[in-house]
């Protein structure tokens, strides 16, 4: 008999603590019940986007529930868990991570999407860009002025830059940027660009942060990175810090506009809540937090650049748009032939 | 006086016979029945990955077969060798300085010792770059000395010293339970029979030092398989930074699975290696009590042996809270908005503290039937217990999501999934705790039982589990303290907006905000040091930790 209890001893004891588990201090999750939920699945920091989608909270009263994490892991997971998806809307970081859940994603309103410059959104509508970054050069400033770096990226295969450069392959912006490259130069001039940058030795950082942070401290002198990282350092470090932004002169690839961005889920039960978030941030007041605060540059018409932004209009930026910058297939080929990504 | 000497001949039919368990060696289903949820629970990561791998069909091989996908292997391989024999090699005088000696400050020492093992190891890579990166802190302080540069931390060295650094406690712990549990009486009788101390060390104490070497090795390899933070900030491609990169470069889900294979394989080959080297011996004594063993008085070597102490102590704690306390310092200098709301904190320790409880409670059918029962089924599921623990935190978190959010979307995205992920990560830390606490249980104190005509389960409650409480709280402790830190599976499985100090500090610093990730990681050491040193300073003799 006494064997018995063990027997259900272990499990319920088991079960038990899964059911306090369940019923613990954590946040309520999504109930259908109260239409005017919203779950947001980000791959954009919790530090940057926090206060707009608060904003958004308070405007409209709907309650906002946001998983935070990175874009690939969230787009895997939004790719896992099929038709049972708890998200109602997926905020990359970049074009490719929305590429890759598009065929999950609902096609979008043109009232949504219509304000957004074409170039910065999808040619299907599955998707719309929130913010705009500009892909620089990030220079040290105790090596180099602007007038010792070139006017084209591809001038960077130079060897009197052998081992002085910093890049991240495997960084979703950087392959944005050869997509774009190969778009603008086409596979051969692309292919050549590449063997020629590897065979200068470059350091392979994990991301923009990492190239920004030896740029810094003078670990390498340049590296390829979008711009607005800079900015949380020199916000951290102070004007001191020994590194700045350059756009290429010449513009071509390296100086190409990319764009974080959104889009809903099919499955989504809250369509008409996302869309109505969608349309909050693409509307001015949250365009303009984009511009003020992450230094990011706006994707609408009529709302500045910050002060210390380059404005995009002055940037010799490339005509690619952001469509073909979620298809990253090609892109990865070639990375890989050229034994520049494993 | 009767002593058991580790492989005694004359034991040795008795051995043979008490080493697969009593004579009543059919398990009671009080034990298999939970042990039966626990291989369903440890099975859900191989399933997946199975389901996923050949989804792929022929691709797999391209990729599986690539000079690349070797020379992964190799590097994988190289740092797992090398981190583990690095860790005995500190570990082993460590361990003894520490349990065996009167050296000072070692409780302090001991302490200390084992808090690496909270700090989250791209916490650690941060740090280390931070330090001896080519101009790192170091860098800066030899400056004046005229060096422009110091050699190249990135690639293997670096990695290898990251990972040392946050997993040597794996086999400290596990050596220090053993040595203290060792019986003075057979050091004593080969010393008095002439042997040097030299010669008494390698014929007498090391012998039975080797299965607890065996089995911190094995978390210290399994560990060097799967850490992604240090490897990825210090670039050195094994086979989790290559499985991360095919999810975050190409969104791919089914390569990234059939990679994912090779460091299963590759735990099978370390698995069966360790059991292989904890060999047939027994290691329990046959009659009478241990008594606790002299100290060794070191006299002029102290403060040698301090120093060296105080090396480890410094490169794996003090080095890591010096440069997070230079960041936190800079941020409040620069006036930063450094907010932490108290939740996190109390989140972190809840959700861990349920892992830990959860897989006590997992690991003791696992524990007793590999040990007394043991059989086919009992040890190959002991040795799958060990597979999640060479995953990468993503491959556990998809395997969970896929299942829970098709088949059960009652439970997924509550915290009672994520502490089933926390407990498949985690187990064999309990699992391998409260098989070498039972090892030292001679079974003739349960045949007793058996014999006065008590059922299998009452012997098991009143006798078995009781004296294996202090493996079953050592290992609670190490899960709890591995929970504190864990990252991938939280981000993805953990209720939605549930915070933790280990998802701030990564959110922080993934923005390059170190300041505000440096109070999160602070925290996080000072939250888990208390336990720790709850844990290794009011225990008694012979207990876990």
């Known amino acids: 008999m006494r064997e018995w209890t063990l027997v259900l001893a272990v499990p319920a004891l088991i079960a038990a603590l899964a059911a306090v588990a369940c019923a613990g201090p954590a946040p309520a999750t999504t109930t259908t019940a109260k239409p005017q939920t919203l779950t947001i699945y980000s791959g954009r920091a919790e530090s940057l986007v926090a206060p707009i989608i608060d904003q958004f909270s308070k405007a409209t009263g709907v309650k906002v529930q946001v998983r935070y994490g990175g874009t690939s892991e969230l787009a895997a997971t939004i790719l896992e868990e099929g038709q049972n998806s708890p998200a109602d809307i997926f905020y990359a970081q970049d074009p490719a991570g929305l590429g890759a859940v598009s065929t999950r994603f609902a096609t979008l309103s043109n009232d949504i999407v219509s304000g957004v410059k074409p170039q910065f959104r999808a040619a299907d509508g599955k998707w719309v860009g929130i913010s705009g970054r500009a892909r620089v050069v990030v220079y040290n400033t105790q090596k180099l002025s602007e007038a010792n770096l070139p006017a084209d990226i591809w001038d960077f295969t130079d060897p009197k830059w052998k081992g002085r450069l910093g890049w991240a392959p495997t960084n979703g912006s950087f392959q944005a940027m050869v997509t774009a490259m190969q778009a603008l130069w086409g596979d051969g001039k692309t292919r050549d660009w590449l063997t020629a940058m590897k065979a200068n030795n470059p350091k392979v950082y994990s991301n923009n942060t990492g190239i920004v942070t030896a740029v810094g401290n003078g670990e390498i002198d340049a590296g390829f990175v979008n711009h607005y990282y800079l900015f949380s350092f020199l916000q951290e470090k102070g004007e001191a810090f020994p590194a700045r932004n350059y756009h290429l002169r010449g513009g071509g690839p390296g100086a190409t506009i990319l764009v974080s961005g959104a889009g809903i889920l099919e499955t989504s039960k809250n369509k008409e809540v996302a869309a109505r978030f969608l349309s909050f941030m693409l509307s001015p007041v949250a365009q303009q937090y984009f511009a003020g605060k992450t230094y990011e540059y706006p994707v609408i018409d009529g709302v500045g650049t910050h002060r210390v932004l380059k404005p995009l209009a002055e940037i010799n930026a490339p005509q690619v748009s952001m469509a073909q910058m979620a298809d990253l297939k090609k892109t990865l080929d070639l990375l890989r032939v050229t034994g520049v990504t494993p | ?545």
């Not at chain 2, 006086?1 to 008490?18: C, F, H, I, K, Y």
């Not at chain 2, 349920?354 to 040795?383: D, F, G, N, T």
């Not at chain 2, 602070?522 to 008694?540: C, D, E, G, K, N």
Request: with cysteine.
């Open chain 2, 1 to 545: 006086m009767e002593v058991a000497v580790a492989r005694s001949q004359a034991l040795s039919d008795v051995a043979g016979r008490t080493r697969g368990g009593s004579r009543h060696s059919r398990p009671p289903a009080s034990l298999w029945l939970p042990a039966a949820l626990v291989a369903v629970a440890v099975a859900i990561p191989l399933v997946y990955l199975l389901l996923r791998a050949f989804g792929a069909g022929g691709e797999i091989w391209d990729l599986l077969l690539r000079r690349r996908t070797l020379e992964i292997l190799g590097r994988t391989v190289a740092l797992a060798g090398t981190v583990t024999t690095l860790c005995a090699l500190i570990t082993l005088p460590l361990a003894w300085l520490i349990v065996r000696t009167d050296m000072p400050l070692r409780r302090t020492c001991r302490v200390l010792s084992a808090l690496p093992l909270v700090i989250p190891s791209y916490v650690a890579g941060l740090v280390v770059v931070a330090a001896l990166g080519p101009r790192g802190a170091l860098q800066q302080l030899l400056a004046p000395l005229g060096v422009e540069r110091l050699p190249e931390i990135y690639g293997f060295p670096g990695a290898t010293l990251t990972v040392t650094m946050v997993a040597f406690p794996y086999m400290l712990l596990t050596l220090m339970a053993s040595m203290r549990g060792l019986d003075p009486c057979l050091e004593e009788a080969s010393r008095s029979m002439g042997c040097s101390p030299w010669r008494t060390f390698w014929r007498v104490v090391f012998p039975q030092l080797r299965p607890a070497l065996a089995a911190g090795g094995l978390l210290v390899a399994l560990y060097s398989l799967r850490d992604f933070g240090a490897v990825s900030l210090l670039k050195y491609e094994t086979f989790t930074w290559a499985i991360y990169l095919q999810y975050q470069t190409s969104f791919d889900r089914v390569l990234a699975a059939a990679l994912a294979v090779i460091p299963v394989l590759i735990a099978v080959i370390f698995l069966v290696v360790e059991m292989r080297t904890r060999g047939r011996s027994r290691y329990h004594r046959a009659t009478g009590t241990a008594r606790p063993s002299a100290l060794v008085r070191l006299g002029q070597w102290k403060l040698l042996a301090l120093s060296f102490c105080s090396l480890v102590i410094l490169l794996s704690v003090a080095l890591p809270v010096a440069v997070l306390g230079y960041w936190l310092g800079k941020g409040f200098s620069n006036a930063e908005p450094l907010r932490l709301a108290w939740s996190t904190v109390a989140n972190s320790g809840y959700a861990s503290a349920l892992a830990a409880a959860v897989a006590a409670v997992a690991a003791i059918p696992v524990a007793i039937l590999s040990v007394r029962h043991s059989s086919k089924p009992s040890v190959l599921l002991e040795r799958a217990t060990y597979v999640g623990f060479a995953l990468p935190g993503i491959v556990i978190a998809l395997a969970l999501v896929f299942f829970a959010a098709n088949y059960a979307p009652v439970v997924y995205q509550t915290l009672g999934l994520l502490v089933v992920a926390y407990v498949i990560l985690f187990l064999p830390q309990a699992v391998g705790s409260a098989e070498s606490s039972l090892r030292q249980v001679n079974p003739h104190i349960e045949d007793a039982a058996r014999s006065l005509g008590s059922s299998p389960t009452k012997v098991i409650r009143t006798i078995t589990v009781p004296l294996l409480r202090p493996g079953i709280v050592a290992g609670a402790a190490l899960v709890f303290l591995t929970a504190m830190k864990e990252l991938p599976a939280t981000l993805i499985l953990g209720p939605i907006g549930f915070k933790t100090l280990a998802t701030s500090a990564w959110s922080a610093a993934s923005e390059g905000l170190f300041a505000s990730a440096a109070l999160p990681a602070l925290l996080l050491l000072l939250v888990s040091s208390a336990p720790m040193a709850f844990l290794t300073l009011s225990q008694r003799k012979g207990e876990g930790l």
